[in-house]
């Protein structure tokens, strides 16, 4: 919207074309989808390009490819599906998805990073200064990741968040980047800083998307009562208690509270809403209660 806006607003001076990146005499600033928008200075005043910089953050370029796996990797990955193009190779892969809280200086440092975790990766590509794709051709568990996501906060001082996919085929590789992508992108607005994924808990996040307002509004009603909404601790209580695989004990210390006072509010959620969390399917369907409120 504030985009949008700007263009209307300064018309010629405006400019997004990938040649302009490297001039100094283009302001180039971030836009709400962390894409660039340039702004000829000659065109603004110094009061104006400090409002804008008020309003938009300064972009950054972020890295081209420049390897060989790396031009072939984006070009087959973003390429016109109907081209007959061979992929960049014949193993298995998997995909690891990562967004950026904020922009960093040290691109190459940040690859050192991961090649320090990943033994062998040599391919990053980058979608925009924010977001990028691993390509591995390792299976590390998810838990493994725990510790690269704190270190990266640590020495980088920005927020990472990963979607781990699945390993897959070459021949389904393209697709499965694809269906990835497009989860990931949409539970990214919906989870803290520093989450990781695998590839089949975003995939609620994006299928929520499509169902109409009407029928969440409908679903949310029968679960999310008045007098349940106004107990907003058993509410995240209750979430703690999913997202811990129903681990009472590791939910109750999250919550850093007593694992008895923890089951007395889950025992009066149920004694409320007759939704037996303690059993699977109801568990299950209380998740996608919470995601549609939190959409």
């Not at 016109?80 to 892969?93: F, G, I, L, M, R």
């Not at 995939?203 to 029968?222: D, G, K």
């Amino acid at each position: 919207m504030i985009t949008q806006s700007l263009k209307r607003q300064f018309g010629q001076a405006v400019t997004t074309d990938p040649a302009n990146y490297h001039r100094l005499d283009v302001l180039w600033l971030q836009d709400e989808q962390s894409k660039p928008i340039g702004f000829y200075r000659e065109h603004l005043t110094k009061r104006e390009q400090q409002l804008l910089m008020l309003l938009l953050p300064i972009w950054k370029p972020f890295p081209e490819p420049e390897t060989v796996s790396e031009k072939r990797w984006k070009d087959w990955l973003f390429q016109d599906q109907s081209e007959k193009v061979a992929p960049p190779t014949d193993e298995a892969v998997r995909f690891i998805h990562f967004s950026l809280a904020e922009t960093i200086d040290t691109y190459s440092d940040f690859y050192e990073a991961w090649q320090n975790k990943l033994a062998g990766l040599h391919t990053i590509i980058w979608i925009d200064s924010l977001h990028g794709v691993v390509i591995d051709h390792g299976d590390d568990e998810v838990n493994g990741f725990s510790n690269f996501v704190q270190a990266i906060a640590s020495d980088f001082y920005v927020d990472l968040t990963l979607l781990i996919g699945s390993t897959c085929l070459i021949d389904h590789a393209r697709s499965t980047f694809n269906w990835e992508q497009a989860c990931f992108k949409a539970a990214l607005p919906y989870v803290n800083a520093q989450h990781i994924f695998k590839e089949h808990e975003a995939v609620p996040y994006y299928l929520t998307q499509f169902i109409p307002e009407s029928e969440r509004t409908y679903i949310r009603s029968q679960i999310l009562t008045d007098a349940v909404l106004a107990d907003p601790d058993m509410i995240k209580s209750i979430s703690a208690y999913l997202h811990h695989h129903l681990n009472l004990s590791s939910a109750a210390k999250s919550l850093h509270m007593h694992r008895n006072s923890l089951q007395y509010r889950i025992d009066k959620f149920i004694e409320r809403t007759g939704i037996d969390i303690k059993q699977f399917q109801h568990a299950s369907f209380m998740h996608f209660v919470l995601l549609l409120q939190d959409h």
